[in-house]
């Protein structure tokens, strides 16, 4: 015998009540929901650079040196965001830069993420000396100049993409555990730690099983941050000469080389510098907006 089983009037007015919820959350959220957007543009741009680049970003055509974008006087469709001073199109270079810059953040990210996480991790866990010894070399890397560090590895191992991420990623791992550590320390005092303790699980339990899934949100938001950070030092370094070499296209090192034509031929540094300024921009919205999300605090 079937019966009809009716909804209470609380019960049908739960889930309007949770997509008006959920549509406020994005409204809030707008500003890094629309970076996300361009963020995946970007991000696609440069997986596909093969098939939406218009021409090959290493291709030299002197006699199409220092063609201004298309919408000035002088300029061509067929160089959209003009050629540089020996005739390679611009558009498809910072299209390929792209993928340079990305790659050297998420790599480099994970890298520090990694280091910073499981040190600090260790040090608000066990403490005495283990705490002891990594605060030590903490104090020591942020003591020491990143340039300096740059500069000693670039001479040993050669400038390279690989060498490139090697070194932003072990020169940002304090900034990780140095939050983790302080978290650690709040959370290993907390009952479910201490009834774990007391059925006799491992130390490794207690870290990856109980402690870490805590910090996983705050993991995320720093490494979003993190990301245009690394984006903005790998473009510096590249625009001192330490970074990925010419001809392969970075936007650090399409800043250097455009500098000099800065006075004539402006687009040549304004558009990777651009390209930083969004890609940057874009990332850190996105963060500041998976802050707020992931944040129990904050009432969306």
């Known amino acids: 015998m079937s019966a009809v089983v009716e909804r209470s009037p609380a019960a049908r007015d739960l889930a309007p009540a949770a997509r008006r919820g959920a549509l406020r959350r994005l409204a809030r959220l707008r500003w890094g929901v629309g970076a996300a957007a361009v963020m995946l ?87 005495g000396r283990t705490d002891a010894v990594v605060m030590t070399l903490l104090n ?15 001479a040993v ?7 490139m991420i090697f070194v932003l990623g072990v020169a940002d791992w304090p900034l990780y555990a140095r939050v983790i550590r302080a978290e650690t320390l709040a959370i290993r005092e907390r009952e479910f730690i201490t009834a774990g303790r007391a059925l006799g699980m ?7 099983g109980q402690i870490f899934p805590n910090l996983v949100s705050l993991i995320v938001v720093i490494a979003t941050l993190q990301v245009a950070r690394v984006i903005i030092l ?20 399409m800043l250097g080389e455009g500098r000099v034509y800065m006075l004539n031929s402006w687009w040549i540094a304004a558009f990777p510098g651009l390209a930083i300024f969004v ?10 907006a998976l802050r707020d999300w992931l ?3 904050m009432k969306l």
């Open 41 to 127: 543009a970007i991000v696609g741009a440069a997986l596909l650079a093969p098939w939406v680049s218009p021409h090959d970003p290493l291709a030299v055509d002197i006699r199409h040196r220092l063609v201004p974008p298309a919408w000035m006087e002088g300029g061509t469709t067929r160089h959209l965001l003009g050629t540089d001073q020996v005739g390679r199109d611009l558009l498809a270079r910072v299209i390929y830069g792209g993928r340079v810059s990305l790659v050297i953040g998420v790599f480099a990210v994970l890298i520090s993420a990694t280091l910073g996480v499981l040190g600090g991790l260790a040090a608000g866990y066990f403490g």
């Open 140 to 154: 020591v890397m942020l003591s020491f100049p990143f340039v300096l560090l740059a500069l000693a590895v670039i």
């Open 157 to 163: 191992l050669g400038p390279s993409l690989v060498n």
């Open 202 to 208: 491992s130390h490794a339990r207690l870290m990856f």
């Open 234 to 253: 790998e473009s510096f370094l590249s625009f001192l000469g330490l970074g990925i070499q010419p001809p392969t296209p970075a936007w650090g090192n």
């Open 279 to 288: 890609t940057t921009l874009v990332i850190n919205l996105m963060g500041n």
């Open 295 to 297: 944040d129990p605090h």
